[in-house]
């Protein structure tokens, strides 16, 4: 089905531990977002991408790895998870020629313990 | 980076038109206002985009003054699936405007029957 999608859905981990969190479109958007979302801070930009091969940190990327070798995935890396990372991380894309609406996934709840 | 203000909640009954205000006092020359919704446990879906005066669609009328330093959201006859949080973003359209979308805190809509 078209769409953008994240997997897990729901991910528990240790402190210390590598966590990987996949985002997939089916559009071929060319824009594609991380963000986490922790209560009483909204939605907070990680890291975005123009286009594969090209990314650029957002307003809290301390912490991430991202990278995008294909159009369709965006997949964002955990290297070495603390609990401040505990969190509901959603994925986004867009096309600039439709005015930068974002599309989102349903977010994926990573709890590090 | 344009900065926004929202009210942090508001109240309101079935069948009311809301309106919520945004702020956003150093807009630049290239901004455009976007509002969002979301429901719990879900991602943000976008809802209206505007550069000036009026924009309406089926959901909503965004209202924007000559100086842009703010705008409002307007729902005609909300109804109990309105209860959301709103969120307004000021930043450019294209490319590299990743970096400029800041989602803040936005305003939780309480509709009550």
């Known amino acids: 089905d078209a769409g953008i999608t994240q997997s897990p859905r729901y991910k528990i981990t240790e402190t210390g531990r590598q966590v990987t969190l996949m985002c997939h479109q089916t559009?071929?958007?060319?824009?594609m977002f991380w963000y986490r979302q922790d209560l009483g801070h909204g939605l907070r930009l990680i890291y975005y991408?123009?286009?594969?091969?090209?990314?650029d940190k957002g307003e809290v990327p301390d912490g991430y790895v991202v990278s995008r070798s294909k159009t369709e995935n965006f997949p964002l890396t955990l290297e070495s998870a603390t609990r401040s990372q505990t969190s509901v991380y959603f994925c986004?894309?867009?096309?600039?020629?439709?005015?930068?609406?974002?599309?989102f996934g349903p977010g994926t709840r990573l709890t590090v313990l | 980076l344009a900065k926004t203000t929202q009210p942090i909640s508001m109240d309101s009954y079935e069948g009311q038109e809301v309106n919520i205000t945004c702020s956003h006092n150093n807009i630049a020359t290239n901004d455009y206002i976007t509002w969002y919704q979301q429901f719990p446990s879900q991602g943000p879906r976008f809802i209206i985009q505007?550069?000036?005066t009026k924009v309406t669609n089926e959901v909503a009328s965004l209202f924007i003054p000559a100086d842009r330093k703010s705008s409002t959201l307007s729902l005609p006859r909300v109804s109990l699936s309105d209860t959301a949080v709103y969120y307004c973003?000021?930043?450019?359209?294209?490319?590299?405007?990743?970096?400029?979308?800041?989602f803040g805190t936005g305003t939780r809509l309480a509709v009550r029957p």
């Open positions: 973003l000021v930043g450019p359209r294209g490319k590299s405007s990743g970096d400029k979308l800041t």
């Open positions: 986004a894309s867009s096309e600039s020629t439709r005015g930068d609406e974002q599309f």
């Open positions: 991408s123009a286009a594969a091969d090209i990314t």
């Open positions: 505007g550069y000036k």
């Open positions: 559009w071929s958007h060319s824009y």
